[in-house]
T-cell receptor
Framework: NAGVTQTPKFQVLKTGQSMTLQCAQDMNHEYMSWYRQDPGMGLRLIHYSVGAGITDQGEVPNGYNVSRSTTEDFPLRLLSAAPSQTSVYFC???????????FGSGTRLTVV | GQQLNQSPQSMFIQEGEDVSMNCTSS?????WLWYKQEPGEGPVLLIALYKAGELTSNGRLTAQFGITRKDSFLNISASIPSDVGIYFCAGADSGTSYGKLTFGQGTILTVHP
């Protein structure tokens, strides 16, 4: 099992550009989430999903879109990147909320 | 929204010492999780707690789910250099609300050999 796979690992964007951060899991987990991590602020929830076709907003959803068309994939879209979105992004998945969440290794995004 | 206060923010200890850190919440959680994060990696689950009063161990690590459901602590006994990292607590509700983990700010642990 690969677990939770995030791509790319590093990305530099110019302000106003768009991109999609990819997340895939092969554990048949129903629950998937996106977090951003900034120094001194822990991890903050952006969007989450409790199953295919179901998504909801977290603590800091502005500027980000998600969709969940399959159980395995949960992409995060930045429509118009801003410097405030410079951060490390983590995707995580869980089996129906039990056993904790498994995290990917992260995508380090810089917006200039 | 829900907030978790994790303390201390950082700890500098000697190898062999015991470590204690805790999290308190402004509201009730039904699940408490403790994670460790090493540089360049995602958080890794250490201990999961699902019941108020529950005390769970994982090797040298012990965590407890507070009776009020608003707090949790993590103890590390006889620390070793590889314990270095950032430790996070996280709280969640049950059911589909489990999708909304709330994290503490983290405790940075440094262990001097």
């Amino acid at each position: 099992n690969a677990g939770v796979t995030q791509t790319p690992k590093f990305q530099v964007l110019k302000t106003g550009q768009s991109m999609t951060l990819q997340c895939a899991q092969d554990m048949n987990h129903e629950y998937m989430s996106w977090y951003r991590q900034d120094p001194g602020m822990g991890l903050r929830l952006i969007h989450y999903s409790v199953g295919a076709g179901i998504t909801d907003q977290g603590e800091v959803p502005n500027g980000y879109n998600v969709s969940r068309s399959t159980t395995e994939d949960f992409p995060l879209r930045l429509l118009s990147a801003a410097p405030s979105q410079t951060s490390v992004y983590f995707c995580a998945s869980s089996y129906r909320g039990r056993g904790g969440y498994t995290f990917g290794s992260g995508t380090r995004l810089t917006v200039v | 929204g829900q907030q978790l206060n994790q303390s201390p923010q950082s700890m500098f200890i000697q190898e062999g010492e015991d470590v204690s850190m805790n999290c308190t919440s402004s509201s009730i959680f039904n699940t408490w999780l403790w994670y460790k994060q090493e540089p360049g990696e995602g958080p890794v689950l250490l201990i999961a707690l699902y019941k108020a009063g529950e005390l769970t161990s994982n090797g040298r690590l012990t965590a407890q789910f507070g009776i009020t459901r608003k707090d949790s602590f993590l103890n590390i006994s006889a620390s070793i250099p590889s314990d270095v990292g950032i430790y996070f607590c996280a709280g969640a509700d049950s059911g589909t609300s489990y999708g909304k983990l709330t994290f503490g700010q983290g405790t940075i642990l440094t262990v001097h050999p």
